[in-house]
């Protein structure tokens, strides 16, 4: 027990980031349920703390609908100026995440720790079960499956943490999405 959670760490610690992340950067993407302050310098009135809608969108004065989810909070401020523009000359426009109730994922199963881990950069398998705490001794760690939801369809991803821990198989270490659902046998 204690030489595979060793192991893992270790694998852990040792892989370049660009194999356990799909994404070309860590910097955090915003999701449904995130909580934002949005203010813009020299206009309070249009200071406002909102939350990322369900269908991903904000509502903001002036601008209307904008898509949230999936993008920086860099971007969005971008996007959102972009639009200001129109109505205020040069607009600076601040985005603060004070929130990421939306990015979570869930471990289930023989680890030590199970229940709901907050995603807030890039995550992969192997990370989320080391934030688990490691598997139990009773783990079958050869039949590791990811639930993963896209809109109404529901995938299984099959996890193979054995092979990763035998010889580095990396394809078995998927990158984490959000309300992914990992079920430890």
Do not use: C
């Not at 939350?51 to 509502?59: A, E, K, N």
């Not at 783990?139 to 010889?167: H, W």
């Amino acid at each position: 027990m204690l030489k595979r959670l060793i192991t893992g760490l270790v694998l852990l610690l040792a892989l370049p980031a660009g194999w356990v992340s799909a994404s070309d950067s860590n910097e955090y993407r915003l999701q449904p349920g995130d909580e934002l302050l949005i203010s813009v310098w020299r206009e309070e009135e249009l200071n406002r703390q909102l939350v990322v809608l369900p269908d991903g969108r904000i509502s903001y004065p002036l601008v209307g609908h904008v898509m949230a989810a999936g993008q920086s909070a860099e971007v969005l401020e971008k996007l959102l100026a972009e639009h200001l523009e129109e109505y205020i000359t040069e607009p600076q426009v601040s985005v603060s995440v004070t929130a990421v109730s939306g990015n979570v994922a869930f471990v289930f199963g023989q680890v030590n720790n199970p229940g709901p881990i907050l995603m807030s950069r890039d995550l992969s398998v192997v990370q989320a079960l080391a934030l688990a705490g490691g598997f139990t001794p009773f783990a079958s760690t050869g039949r590791i499956q990811i639930i993963r939801e896209q809109g109404a369809e529901k995938t299984l991803l099959p996890v193979d943490y054995s092979a990763i821990e035998r010889g580095g198989d990396l394809s078995h270490n998927h990158s984490l999405r959000a309300g992914d659902v990992i079920i430890v046998p």
